[in-house]
């Protein structure tokens, strides 16, 4: 059965830092890409960062670049991301995703976690 399940999202200051884990299980994790994605209330699902099998080659979007780095740990099953200069803007339920490529299409995605919520608040 194939499980991804986030953790570590919590309450944190403007300026703050958070990292979030994604531990996976029922497939061969070091074979996939892996990404974030998030979603804020009342906003569409946003693709944040990916990284590819080895963890050579990471991504990010433009409203995360320099604040967030991706990696991974492959002999643990386990993704990471961890954000530093967190913004209110940053508040969202942060979902990790596992597919063949990275990309900031949903549907490119076989396996999603059910999410961890952050939120940016003084």
């Known amino acids: 059965q194939v499980q991804l399940v986030e953790s570590g999202g919590g309450l944190a200051q403007p300026g703050g830092s958070l990292r979030l884990s994604c531990a996976a299980s029922g497939f061969t994790f070091s074979s996939y890409a892996m990404s974030w994605a998030r979603q804020a209330p009342g906003k569409e699902l946003e693709w944040v960062s990916g990284?590819?099998?080895?963890?050579?080659?990471?991504y990010y979007a433009d409203s995360v670049k320099g604040r967030f780095t991706i990696s991974r740990d492959n002999a643990k099953n386990t993704l990471y991301l961890q954000m530093n200069s967190l913004k209110p803007e940053d508040t969202a339920l942060y979902y990790c995703?596992?597919?063949?490529?990275?990309?900031?299409?949903?549907?490119?995605?076989?396996?999603w976690g059910q999410g961890t919520q952050v939120t940016v608040s003084s």
């Open positions: 990284i590819y099998s080895d963890g050579r080659d990471t």
């Open positions: 995703a596992a597919g063949e490529l990275v990309s900031d299409v949903p549907d490119e995605y076989a396996y």
